[in-house]
């Protein structure tokens, strides 16, 4: 069972360049996250979408996109990295719940440094 | 504004002590409450959750105890293992989307 699969692992950018991470989960899950992880901050959302074709922003959008063209994919985009972009990033998906309380399944992660 | 406050950063307990972790949470709105696990080079994963309408919760060696009316949860390990080792993070959210707010993680390390 692949669950959650995030590409790259690893990736070093040049400030200014672009790149996207890709999220892709096998559960059928109507729900995905973006969160990005840095030390002493925990996880914080950066988008998320609640079906294929929406979008919506969490916590710290500034500085990324996000598409969702197929229910199974959640792109994250980096249109100008930057140092502050040096991160952890990591994939969730969900199903869709009645109620709050559906179990997230995280990815590995995608280590990304911008220089 | 950090609205869930965990802690403490970390924390060292001997083989088959208690690893007790706190956590705090502002948002009244809130009505589901996990815990997840984190192993170094991993993603999180779900250890434990509980709901605002139970005092305690307990699978295994794991408990949550929660406290409504003080707005605090807290994670109790029982007779913890060092495969128990790892970065714990309590975690908040609300609504449908269950999107989740996290606390700032917990280091636990557990000596033999």
């Known amino acids: 069972n692949a669950g959650v699969t995030q590409t790259p692992k690893f990736r070093v950018l040049k400030t200014g360049q672009s790149m996207t991470l890709l999220c892709a989960q096998d559960m059928n899950h109507e729900y995905m996250y973006w969160y990005r992880q840095d030390p002493g901050m925990g996880l914080r959302l950066i988008h998320y979408?609640?079906?294929?074709?929406?979008?919506a922003k969490g916590e710290v959008p500034d500085g990324y996109n996000v598409s969702r063209l197929k229910k199974q994919n959640f792109l994250l985009g980096l249109e100008s990295a930057a140092p502050s972009q040096t991160s952890v990033y990591f994939c969730?998906?969900?199903?869709?719940?009645?109620?709050?309380?559906?179990?997230?399944?995280f990815g590995e992660g995608s280590w990304l440094t911008v220089v | 504004q950090q609205q869930v406050k965990q802690s403490p950063q970390s924390l060292i307990v001997q083989k088959g002590g208690i690893s007790i972790i706190n956590c705090a949470y502002e948002?009244?709105?809130?009505?589901?409450f996990p815990w997840y696990q984190q192993f170094p080079g991993k993603g999180p994963a779900l250890l434990i959750a509980?709901?605002?309408?139970?005092s305690e919760k307990k699978e295994g060696r794991f408990t949550i105890s929660f406290n409504k009316s003080a707005k605090q949860f807290s994670l109790h390990i029982m007779d913890s293992q060092p495969g128990d080792s790892a970065t714990y993070f309590c975690?908040?959210?609300?609504?449908?989307?269950?999107?989740?707010?996290f606390g700032t993680g917990t280091r636990l390390q557990v000596t033999l």
């Open positions: 509980i709901r605002p309408d139970v």
């Open positions: 948002n009244t709105a809130f009505d589901y």
């Open positions: 969730a998906s969900s199903y869709r719940g009645r109620n709050s309380g559906n179990t997230i399944y």
């Open positions: 975690a908040a959210s609300y609504g449908t989307a269950s999107k989740l707010t």
């Open positions: 979408s609640v079906g294929e074709g929406t979008t």
